[in-house]
């Protein structure tokens, strides 16, 4: 029986790749940071919270990182676990880049010393692309990160690489465009409007208050992007592979999407900080710009290009836009219900 490790699951992507793996017959170890309050409903919804063995875990901690490695000596190590909200990176840089960049060296530096036999898989980002260069975007376009998370993971990067390059060992960094799930943190735009629009559905009727309607984003289904996680460390060799649909969409264009989902329609007046969203039909204020959630500097435009991912590991996305909106959606209403 294979043996994985996965740092962060507790978050949406270390859950869904928990369950898989489990489905893989893996024998699943997840890291987790002590906290105050319990932390595993996602587990919970998709209930594997039993089917994983718990070990405390804090990648700030080189010692925890050090002696985690030394007693499990996984097959496979998943690094997940981050500070990944873009937003939150701008007012803690200095803890995003302790946790996102210096955490992924404490792991590539004590796999080396005592279980470089170990393979490695680094959740990098297309935000390391932030003000792109190509478009779309892939392995070999050049980073402009946009935010101290972007800048982190650049780091990270690079780091994964020049361990893989230095000492031979199997390290892989996966560069993932946005995923979204049910299991989606509740602050990122996209579950956050469909927990809005649950609520409208459900009686609770609140205008939702959103920042830049106008950024592009590539949007896949998380579920899908942890099967090409483990892909990459099936593959001949480590390497660094894009993961991304291929198509964008705006984040106004998902705010239609979901409210369509609910058979309602949006008309836009007014522009910049004055534009709002009404009911086609009823005239209610469904959205409202609140400058709050700007950015001190944007991602406008992300697209990936997963060609090198589709030939080299056979992966490429099945869930689109629309039913992924549908999904979360569904989901969210069914969680009030
Ligand atoms: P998430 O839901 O925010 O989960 C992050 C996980 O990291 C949580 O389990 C969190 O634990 C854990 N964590 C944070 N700080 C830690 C620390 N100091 N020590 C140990 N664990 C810590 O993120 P996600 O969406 O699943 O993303 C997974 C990874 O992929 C992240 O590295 C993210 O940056 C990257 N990524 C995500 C996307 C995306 O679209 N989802 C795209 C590209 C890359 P708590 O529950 O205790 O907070
Ligand atoms: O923002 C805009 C916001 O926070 C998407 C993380 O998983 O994907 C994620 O990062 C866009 C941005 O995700 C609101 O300005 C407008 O342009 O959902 P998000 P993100 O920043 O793209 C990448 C690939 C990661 O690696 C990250 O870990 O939506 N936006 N209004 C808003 N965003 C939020 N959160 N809230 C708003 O009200």
Redesign the pocket.
Known sequence: MKKAFI????????SWLAKYLIQKNYKVYG???R?STV?LWRLDFLDIRNKVELVE????DYSNVFNTIKTLRPDEFY???????VGTSFKQPISTSM??GM?VAYILDALHTIAPETKFYQ?????MYGKVRDIPQKESTPFHPRSPYGCA?VYAHWMTVNYRESYDMFATSGI?????SEL??PEFVTRKITINVAGWKMGKKEPLELGNLDSERDWGY?KEYVEGMHLMLQADKPDTFVLATGQKTKIRTFAEKAFHAIDRGIVWEGSGEDEKGYDAKTRELLVKINPKFYRPAEVDLLIGDASKAKEVLGWSYKTGIEELTQIMVKSDINLLA
């Open positions: 740092t962060g699951i507790t978050g949406q992507d270390g890291g987790m940071r906290t932390n875990f804090d990648l700030l690094n997940l676990a981050a500070q990944s909200f946790i996102d955490g959740a990098s980002t297309s935000e993971k993932l465009f946005n995923h979204e989606r943190g998380a």
